[in-house]
């Protein structure tokens, strides 16, 4: 089971460009790494997924260095609305486990 | 798409009484989960099921918890009797082969209050 680190909360401000860091040193060949983030009062949504490199989509991009340690999730000019929890995880075959997140609050 | 579905969206009983939680997968969706989140504990999960087999309910806290899946379409877990400290937010998640265990689509949630 690949274990996540990531910092416990962070705070931007409007516009700014948001990196969250995860470490999963011990993360498998085949393992991916998938980002989640959940609302106040909402269950958690899926954002984004990869496996090297970087990849992104509309919403986020992920930046995946070739020794796979690490990952960041970049949220591009947050606003107010991208104050969440955002979970990193890593594995792939077997069930996935939510750690606590990254309180991410973004003030105006 | 509707998305996964929870009913109902909150409940409160009394300490003793029987709880039920229910829940309706994504159409296609062939792989479903049941999480618990609470300050304390965050998002644990509790049991998962895998085309409406049981495959791991190791999360699943004593025997006053139990979950059925009777079809590809609806899941219910009970708590009997319940307990105040069964009080949390409990999800339902689905996801699709192909897509992996790792692309989960939750549902809003019902969040549990016993007295």
């Known amino acids: 089971l690949a274990k996540t680190t990531q910092p416990i909360s962070m705070d931007s401000y409007e516009g700014q460009e948001v990196n969250i860091t995860c470490s999963h040193n011990?993360?498998?060949?085949?393992?991916?790494i998938t980002w989640y983030q959940q609302f106040p009062s909402q269950g958690p949504r899926f954002i984004i997924q990869g496996y090297k490199t970087k990849v992104t989509n509309e919403v986020a991009s992920l930046f995946i260095p070739a020794d796979r340690k690490s990952s960041t999730l970049s949220l591009p000019r947050v606003s107010l609305s991208d104050t969440a929890v955002y979970y990193c995880?890593?594995?792939?075959?077997?069930?996935?486990?939510f750690g606590r997140g990254t309180s991410l609050i973004v003030h105006p | 798409d509707a998305g996964v579905i929870q009913s109902p969206r909150h409940e409160v009983t009394e300490m003793g009484q029987e709880v039920t939680l229910r829940c309706k997968p994504i159409s296609g969706h062939n792989s479903l989960f049941w999480y618990r989140q609470t300050m304390m504990r965050g998002l644990e999960l509790l049991i998962y099921f895998n085309n409406n087999v049981p495959i791991d309910d190791s999360g699943m806290p004593e025997d006053r918890f139990s979950a059925k899946m009777p079809n590809a379409s609806f899941s219910t877990l009970k708590i009997q009797p319940s307990e105040p400290r069964d009080s949390a937010v409990y999800f339902c998640?689905?996801?699709?082969?192909?897509?992996?265990?790792?692309?989960?689509?939750f549902g809003p949630g019902t969040r549990l209050t016993v007295t």
């Open positions: 011990n993360i498998a060949t085949n393992d991916y």
């Open positions: 998640a689905s996801s699709l082969v192909g897509q992996g265990l790792y692309e989960q689509y």
């Open positions: 995880l890593g594995g792939g075959s077997y069930i996935p486990t």
